[in-house]
């Protein structure tokens, strides 16, 4: 990715740097959910913390080693914040977690990255940069920055991407078409999991759907909010063509009537705040 020009970056930076002064490198978290792990963990931590000192790992009730591995590491380097779920609760109620300890520290923002080896940890700092220097994200420079910088398997093609299981593409790409046609958006891979989120993002944010389908959540009340949102493009990588989405999610058709209904769940969840709102101002007129 070319680096922004002098012209491209945040006019913060410019004048700061036109002042003398050094400005401030944002402070953003990574955090990773993750979920019986125990072959990946270790490989994914070493790697993500050549990029970023800030890691959180939220540990969602891992059965399989991963917490004790965790725990050990915690103990023998201390190069890692944990915090565990006692019992499962799923993918979203994981980055649930991590919204709300990015947002009780003094944090600019909050990078979320899975802990398979699907996602590329060299990236983490192209997704900062783009969420924080105008015009970063290699799209023509944007009057402001963006709020969410999503990743995008299906916006490039790179060299060695996998071949998606034909049932995930196709959910993948009906749900994403969904999602654009209700809510105006232009994405690409409504499904990623590796974004980057500001601060202003994440106050937007209320996260209540715990499974698989957070993401779709999150494009449902990020439109209502107005915020910014660029895609980024990111390799395609399935290392694991059997993972289980558990039970009778595992059939591709009860997956997509599931999605369906988050997302008819979740507009019908700021039509009624909407409403709650606009019925408490007539209240006090």
């Given amino acids: 990715m070319p680096s922004p020009s002098r012209s491209s970056r945040h006019p913060a930076a410019a004048d700061a740097a036109e002042s003398g002064v050094v400005p401030r490198q944002p402070k953003f978290l990574t955090a990773l959910p993750v979920f019986n792990e125990v072959r990946h963990v270790e490989e994914v931590l070493d790697e993500v913390l050549r990029f970023t000192p800030h890691v959180l790992v939220v540990d969602d009730g891992s059965t399989d080693g ?56 060299r990236l983490i700092p192209a997704f900062i940069d783009a969420a924080t220097i105008i015009g970063a994200a290699g799209h023509p420079a944007p009057a402001q920055l963006p709020d969410i910088v999503s990743g995008s398997r299906y916006l490039k093609v790179f060299d060695g991407d996998s071949r998606p299981p034909e049932s995930r593409r196709r959910i993948n790409e009906t749900i994403t078409a969904e999602i654009n046609a209700r809510l105006g958006l232009s994405l690409t891979d409504a499904f990623c999991g590796f974004k980057a989120y500001t601060r202003r993002a994440l106050e937007a944010l209320h996260v209540t759907e715990f499974g698989y389908a957070m993401p779709l959540e999150v494009w449902v009340q990020a439109s209502v909010a107005g915020l910014r949102v660029v895609e980024l493009p990111v390799p395609l990588l399935y ?43 007539r209240g006090t007129g």
């Fill in 66 to 121: 991963t917490s004790r591995l965790l725990a050990d590491r915690l103990e023998r380097q201390g190069d890692i914040r944990v915090v565990r779920h006692p019992q499962n609760r799923g993918y979203g109620a994981a980055l649930a977690t991590a919204f709300r300890e990015s947002l009780s520290g003094d944090w600019d923002g909050l990078v979320t990255i899975d802990c398979d080896g699907q996602h590329q940890p």
């Fill in 239 to 281: 290392l694991d063509l059997a993972r289980s989405f558990g039970g009778a999610l595992d059939d591709a058709e009860t997956r997509l009537a599931y999605y369906r209904g988050v997302l008819d769940r979740a507009e019908a969840a700021v039509a009624a705040s909407a409403y709650d709102v606009a019925a408490s101002t």
